[in-house]
């Protein structure tokens, strides 16, 4: 088998890359090692940049976004049992989105299925066996398959297999793991505040999001060693209900949670996001902290830039953007970690912090509240403008 472009993983970096190429012509293959269904219902990301939105509508996939996505004007920090509003609409005259990654998903495969384009999901086994001129070998329904491309893209997550094929000394890693996790619960109950609501308090961080105006999502820091079976619903809700500010803590409606997830807060870049024929792009080359809802944006951004880049060498023979792909998305990437660096630090307790660091960061965020100069920064970089 023979293509232009394979893509290994298909979330929605894979799936977003497959349209964007297809659109241009450009022939490509996803191998995917999980189902679709899998893919489709992990309860990730929830809110979109107007810069993502505008990507999503320009590959054709804006409509149900637009009729079913929820526009926030502003976003609410709470710290010290008081809530602050940041109003992005006034500050920054834009707004963002809630709309789940799951939707996002689903538009993108039900997209991509009407156009016809050649994912093989439940790929196992992938193995790189060439980068200057790439093959491919993978094992699907029994069977071993080779595929020869131009290129190998690495859209297949922090866990994925294409960043191993870059040489060690060419590669740099950054990372950095938190000493804290997030516990999240999705609940078909009404969310507590029409707009976000970021949480400081003595427990500890905690997020009351949505998904739609009867679909809430909330989220509480918690330690790393934490499992899930030991939360139960009830436990979660009495957890929550003392981590939220006392105005609105009676307001809190519970019921059955649909999903409820762990996930590990780390930072991670690798650098160059590109190797003689491989490229990576999404939570393959970076991973941000989610306090600030940008891992998903930063993903799709890296995603656009990589087709343009695609488009220019197929279409027009020019490499000039493909070797620019690497440094151009880097410095996107290390604004956004440095802005979800912030806002992590900002809000969670840290196990050993002393009573100092607690006080220094209330001051800050008293200041941030008092300064129409950095609430126009911290309305600009939640909006995804750097
Ligand atoms: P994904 O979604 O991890 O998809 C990678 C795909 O690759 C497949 N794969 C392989 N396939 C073949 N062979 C292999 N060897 C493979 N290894 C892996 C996997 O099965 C999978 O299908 O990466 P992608 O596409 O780059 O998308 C990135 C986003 O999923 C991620 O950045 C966001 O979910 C992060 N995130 C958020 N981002 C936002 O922009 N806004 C948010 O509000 C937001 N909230 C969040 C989040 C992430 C969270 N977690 C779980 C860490 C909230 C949370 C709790
Ligand atoms: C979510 O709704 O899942 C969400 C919202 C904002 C964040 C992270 C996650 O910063």
Not at 139 to 163: E, L, P, R
Request: charged content about 25%; proline content about 3%.
């Amino acid at each position: 088998m023979d293509t232009k472009v394979l893509i290994i993983g298909g979330g929605p970096s894979g799936l977003l890359l497959s349209l964007l190429l297809t659109k241009n012509d450009i022939d490509n293959i996803i191998l995917e090692k999980n189902t679709a269904l899998h893919v489709a219902n992990r309860i990730r990301a929830g809110i979109l940049e107007p810069g993502t939105v505008k990507i999503l509508k320009k590959a054709g996939v804006g409509k149900r976004l637009c009729k079913e996505g929820i526009k926030h004007n502003g976003f609410n920090i709470s710290f010290n049992n008081k809530i602050y509003h940041i109003n992005m609409k006034k500050l920054a005259n834009d707004t963002v989105t809630v709309y789940g990654q799951t939707e996002v998903t689903k538009d993108l495969m039900d997209k991509l299925a009407k156009i016809n384009t050649k994912i093989f999901y439940k790929a196992n086994n992938i193995k790189i066996l060439n980068i200057i001129k790439p093959k491919v070998e993978f094992t699907h329904n029994s069977k071993k398959i080779k595929i020869n491309s131009q290129f190998i893209v690495g859209c297949d997550g922090y866990h994925g297999i294409t960043k191993n094929f870059i040489p060690k000394n060419i590669k740099k890693i950054y990372e950095k793991e938190y000493s804290f996790s997030w516990l999240g619960l999705l609940s078909d109950t009404k969310p507590i505040s029409p707009e976000l609501i970021y949480i400081n308090n003595t427990n500890g961080f905690g997020l009351c999001s949505m998904r739609s105006k009867t679909r809430s999502r909330y989220y509480i820091q918690c330690s790393n060693k934490e499992r899930i079976k030991d939360w139960s619903d009830d436990r979660f809700w009495e957890n929550l209900y003392k981590t939220l500010p006392s105005d609105i803590k009676n307001t809190l409606q519970t019921g059955p949670s649909i999903e409820k997830s762990i996930a590990q807060l780390r930072s991670y870049v690798i650098e160059p996001m590109n190797y003689k024929n491989i490229f990576l792009a999404g939570d393959a080359a970076h991973i941000v902290p989610p306090t600030g809802a940008k891992g998903l944006n930063l993903a799709l951004s890296d995603v656009n830039c990589l087709s343009s880049a695609f488009k220019s060498y197929f279409h027009r023979k020019s490499e000039e953007e493909l070797k620019n792909y690497s440094k151009k998305c880097l410095s996107r990437v290390w604004k956004t970690q440095n802005f979800s660096s912030w806002f992590t630090n900002a809000l969670h307790n840290f196990p050993d912090e002393d009573n100092f660091t607690k006080e220094m960061k209330k001051n800050m965020l008293l200041d941030l509240i008092h300064s129409n100069t950095q609430k126009f920064n911290l309305a600009n970089k939640y909006l995804g403008k750097y």
